[in-house]
């Protein structure tokens, strides 16, 4: 004899085939969509790894009028004199504790203006080197960063700075600088600022990601099977 319950549950089971097939697939379909995204995150990283470290293995050249991504982190060269009066200092954080990042503008022969990080000074009281004459200076371009740090915006009219965007500096300063700074390299002063901090690592986890989306994909289906093997065993019965 069947009992009223079981007749019902066996009427509905068609549809609730069809919306456990629907969500199944959906989320088989986001997952292994997310996990091959990942894959090619993941090449597009290591394309850009090789790449930088070909940039900061390079023999210097002289900088660009105008930066783009494709030109940070290349090995650059000039010269020219320190405007030493205009410098800014810019909040940082480093490997040798909290600071500020020395910006000086260089003011090179052709008359142009470029901004140099010349390195880590521990605190705005600090004595640093300020060169009179004509310098060379090698380093990183690195590309201008508008706006602020997180959560706090740069405030020119305080001359107080947390990220190193190079348009508003030089504005503050009356002149223009272009779209980028250098990070110049260590110097063999034994002095402030300290050159050469620049940090060149890029996180690299989307492999992980990738076998993670993958494996929620796979539970999935063995969830979708669990499933199907019960309702057919509660239908036999």
Do not use: C
Not at 49 to 72: C, M
Not at 190 to 213: C, D, E, K, M
Request: glycine residues 10%; hydrophobic residues 40%.
């Amino acid at each position: 004899m069947t009992s009223a319950g079981s007749g019902e549950r066996r009427r509905r089971s068609p549809a609730f085939l069809i919306g456990l097939t629907s969500i199944a697939l959906l989320l088989f379909s986001g997952f292994t969509a997310l996990g091959v995204w990942q894959v090619q995150r993941l090449g597009w990283k290591r394309d850009l790894i090789a790449r930088v470290d070909a940039r900061i293995h390079a023999a210097p050249v002289p900088p660009p009028d105008s930066a783009t991504k494709a030109d940070e982190y290349r090995r650059v060269t000039t010269s020219g004199i320190f405007l030493n009066d205009k410098a800014a200092l810019v909040q940082a954080s480093t490997v040798r504790g909290p600071g500020f990042w020395l910006l000086a503008p260089m003011r090179r022969p052709d008359g142009s203006i470029i901004l140099v990080n010349r390195g880590f000074v521990p605190s705005r009281r600090t004595a640093y080197d300020r060169p009179a004459g004509s310098v060379r200076v090698t380093g990183l371009l690195r590309l201008s960063e508008p706006g602020g740090g997180f959560l706090r915006s740069n405030d020119p009219a305080a001359d107080r700075w947390y990220s190193r965007d190079v348009a508003a500096i030089a504005r503050s300063r009356g002149m223009d600088a272009g779209n980028y700074f250098i990070d110049a390299q260590a110097s063999p002063s034994s002095g402030y600022p300290i050159g050469g901090l620049t940090v060149v690592r890029f996180p690299n986890n989307h492999l992980q990601y990738a076998i993670t989306w993958f494996a929620m994909a796979a539970m999935t289906l063995a969830g979708y099977s669990l499933v199907l093997r019960r309702t057919a065993k509660d239908a036999d019965r």
